[in-house]
């Protein structure tokens, strides 16, 4: 079992830049795939970024890329998002996910693990 805890969220103005953390417990990390989700409101839960834990490839859904970075630090056992130039369309609960498996999926069904959600609003 892995217990999860997401922080950093907040409500912010577009431009701003904000870092979510994900630390973990119960399990080293090292060897699972990693991941954040996002939900808005009336909308079903999406990928925004996985990094594996082969060789730490990274893959962002196309509206993030270039603002955000994944990273992850095996020796804290934690999950960061970074996320630049936030855009009002970024507003929803972002969760950090973790998969029983090396390589990483962008489907949120293959991750066994998650986080309980940090709310990220973003203001015009």
């Known amino acids: 079992q892995v217990q999860l805890v997401e922080s950093g969220g907040g409500l912010v103005q577009a431009g701003d830049s904000l870092r979510l953390s994900c630390a973990a417990a119960?399990?080293?990390?090292?060897?699972?795939?990693l991941a954040w989700f996002r939900q808005a409101p009336g909308k079903e839960r999406e990928f925004v970024a996985t990094?594996?834990?082969?060789?730490?490839?990274?893959n962002y859904i196309n509206s993030v890329k270039g603002r955000f970075t994944i990273s992850r630090d095996n020796a804290k056992n934690t999950l960061y998002l970074q996320m630049t130039s936030l855009k009002p369309e970024d507003t929803a609960v972002y969760y950090c996910?973790?998969?029983?498996?090396?390589?990483?999926?962008?489907?949120?069904?293959?991750?066994?693990?998650w986080g309980q959600g940090t709310q990220v609003t973003v203001s015009s």
């Open positions: 119960g399990r080293t990390l090292s060897t699972y795939a």
């Open positions: 990094i594996n834990a082969v060789n730490m490839n990274t």
């Open positions: 996910a973790v998969r029983a498996a090396r390589y990483s999926s962008t489907r949120y069904q293959d991750y066994d693990w």
